[in-house]
């Protein structure tokens, strides 16, 4: 695993990002997702308990604003978040830096929390929720401004 994001340029010349048509109606599906996501996430009490399931939902939010993005500027991913999180920080410099680190950050906990066993506490994905509620806003002005 690398250590640090490589640049959009990279993803696109190994082939992790093509460069296609744009699609703003998958894109635009893809933040109405979101936002039906978040109001999901939202009415859940979030505890330790269930933290982590939740934070994973969380994080596909986060995800699906990157793709949306992606997707209404002509650019797919073929999986790889990093990339995605590559395109953010290249193409939108409106998330700014901790958005972008917040995202690459939870990449990483959600990994280790599907794939180890590591856990996510409630105040982690209670935080996660305000980010991910950042990233729709971000997504959703971005986007109408493109459409």
Do not use: W
């Amino acid at each position: 695993m690398r250590s640090r994001l490589m640049p959009l340029e990279y993803y696109l010349r190994t082939g992790e990002v093509e460069k296609v048509s744009k699609d703003p109606r998958t894109a635009r599906a893809l933040i109405e997702k979101a936002e039906k996501r978040m109001k999901f996430v939202k009415s859940i009490n979030i505890t330790d308990d269930n933290a982590s399931f939740v934070f994973e939902d969380i994080y596909t939010i986060i995800q699906e604003c990157a793709q949306c993005l992606m997707m209404a500027d002509g650019y797919t991913s073929k999986g790889s978040h990093e990339a995605a999180i590559a395109f953010i920080a290249d193409k939108y410099r409106e998330f700014g830096e901790k958005l972008v680190a917040d995202f690459d950050r939870y990449r990483k906990m959600r990994n280790d929390s599907i794939y180890r066993d590591n856990y996510v506490k409630a105040s982690v994905a209670v935080e996660a929720l305000g980010i991910a509620e950042e990233y729709i806003r971000i997504t959703r002005l971005a986007f109408n401004s493109k459409v």
